[in-house]
């Protein structure tokens, strides 16, 4: 099965959709922020844009991507979710970022449960991963709370402080 652009997915209280224009400025806002050590940032507002489009695009290239996290009551955006197969990562790889005030509410537990499961039941991956900065306890309290076990058999050269998760079907 391939995707050209990100279906729609539900959760009880989320919609994870494709990028709009308008969800960039949260993007780059927090891209541009210090929140963004964890996930290679801060960057620059270009070097954000060529982020955000990648995540879109990716869909085109390898049929998945990234989806905006929004909440169905209100539309408002909340975060992105993505999966990756970027040519750098050992496997296959689940990511997740909530934009400034939206965390402690289950959003991102919420998106990565629903995304996880497209990934192992539509997708038909066998093997999935989250990539997290050792020092960011909030992913990895998340990534062990669904049930991701830490493996450090899985390495990425060159990023010694990337401690890997493996997720498995629920």
């Known amino acids: 099965m391939h995707f050209t652009a990100a279906p729609v997915l539900k959760t009880e209280r989320l919609a ?47 049929g998945h991507g990234a989806w905006a996290i929004e909440r169905q009551a209100d539309k408002q955006p909340v975060g992105v979710v993505s999966l990756n197969t970027a040519i750098e990562l050992p496997e296959p790889e689940l990511g997740w970022i909530l934009w400034d005030g939206f965390e402690g509410k289950g959003y991102a537990s919420e998106a990565v449960k629903r995304v996880r499961q497209f990934a192992f039941e539509t997708l038909k991956w066998t093997r999935l991963i ?6 960011n306890e909030r992913s990895i309290n998340l990534a062990k709370r669904l049930g991701a076990v830490r493996d450090d058999s899985v390495r990425l050269e060159g990023e010694p402080e990337t401690l890997f998760y493996r997720h498995h079907p629920d």
């Open 130 to 135: 989250s990539g997290i900065h050792q020092d």
């Open 16 to 62: 994870l959709r494709p990028y709009q224009r308008d969800d960039f400025e949260a993007f780059a806002a927090y891209f541009g922020s210090p929140r963004s050590i964890y996930t290679d940032g801060p960057v620059s507002r270009t070097a954000a844009w060529d982020l955000f489009t990648a995540g879109a695009g990716r869909w085109v290239i390898a």
